[in-house]
């Protein structure tokens, strides 16, 4: 049973008119419950029934609690399609039109980071306005929403009231940097940055999605405070951040490993042969320019023509 359009055009309204609450404020028995939750629909072998069940209650209550890109990604990975189109498209109207307040800025931000809120709202945002890099984070999840990864919070243009441009990124609520969860306080041990800072280190098997997105995108910076677990579980779901140094700002060309044990497996395969150049063309010039554009189209082909190699059941018939 699908969540009927109705009901989740009630809960969106009803969640808008909810009082404002402190981003990181969570009661533990909730947040206990979405974590059983969350796991469970992670089992493969889970009945049909209690999936469309699961998936229809924690989403429910993570709109009703405005945590829309939560809702976004449990609906859409287990085939509520619709109505994850529908939520985003609201969530992109609050995002690019809500009136929104600074709770937070970063000092000494290169790109004039700062935290804000949409006012009358719970649903808070991560805004940069460096005019020449905020395009990166746009089209880092872009492409993260194309190829169905789930790692990129929503991110769109917007444009503030005095006419600068930037990116907004809705903010995680209750997300703990990778590197708080393992408890690090100062410096991280040498062990302790093996299983976080993947920019030296590599990138395990269990992120195998977040190494392609960093290998296609050039992406240099994956350290233990760009990306988090989602409710400060471990192994729960990552969500990938800060993407400002892409495409090879601010590092040489070498780019980020390329890692065979981490190549993407054939559904993925499929969703990579779908972006042609063309279309890359149209969804990604004007973000990251035309050279960044056919960069990303070659590293695309090098994965696909590798994955393919690695197959025993590839046709070896790329369609690229």
Not at 159 to 185: K, M, N, T, W
Not at 209 to 218: C, E, F
Request: charged share 25%; aromatic share 10%; glycine share 6%.
């Amino acid at each position: 049973m699908k969540i009927n359009n109705f009901v989740l055009f009630f809960l969106i309204i009803f969640s808008v008119v909810a009082k404002a609450d402190d981003p990181k404020s969570l009661d533990a028995a909730m947040r206990s419950r979405w974590i059983q939750i969350e796991y469970l629909l992670k089992n493969p072998r889970l009945q049909l029934e209690k999936r469309k069940d699961l998936t229809r209650e924690l989403a429910e209550e993570y709109i009703s609690d405005q945590r829309w890109q939560e809702a976004i990604w449990i609906l859409r990975e287990n085939g509520n399609t619709e109505q994850a189109e529908i939520l985003e498209r609201r969530l992109a109207e609050k995002m690019t039109q809500g009136q929104i307040e600074v709770i937070h800025k970063f000092e000494g931000s290169k790109e004039a980071a700062r935290i804000v809120r949409i006012q009358g709202t719970n649903i808070y945002g991560i805004i940069k306005l460096n005019s020449s890099y905020f395009g990166f984070e746009i089209a880092a999840y872009k492409l993260d929403r194309i190829l169905k990864l789930n790692l990129v919070p929503f991110t769109i243009e917007r444009i503030l009231p005095d006419g600068r441009r930037g990116s907004i990124q809705y903010f995680i609520r209750d997300a703990v940097e990778a590197r708080e969860s393992l408890g690090v306080v100062g410096f991280p041990s040498k062990e302790q940055k093996k299983q976080t800072e993947f920019r030296y280190y590599g990138y395990p098997t269990s992120q195998k999605n977040m190494w392609l997105l960093d290998y296609l995108i050039v992406n240099l910076d994956r350290h233990g405070r760009n990306w988090l677990w989602h409710l400060g579980e471990q192994h729960l779901r990552p969500v990938a951040i800060d993407h400002g140094i892409s495409f090879g700002r601010g590092a040489s060309e070498k780019g980020v490993n390329f890692e065979y044990e981490n190549l993407p497996d054939s559904e993925m395969v499929q969703n990579l042969k779908q972006l042609s150049l063309e279309k890359l063309r149209n969804e990604f010039t004007n973000l990251i320019g035309a050279d960044n554009v056919t960069k990303l189209f070659k590293r695309k082909i090098q994965v696909v023509r590798a994955a393919n190699s690695m197959s025993p059941f590839s046709c070896q018939s790329l369609f690229l």
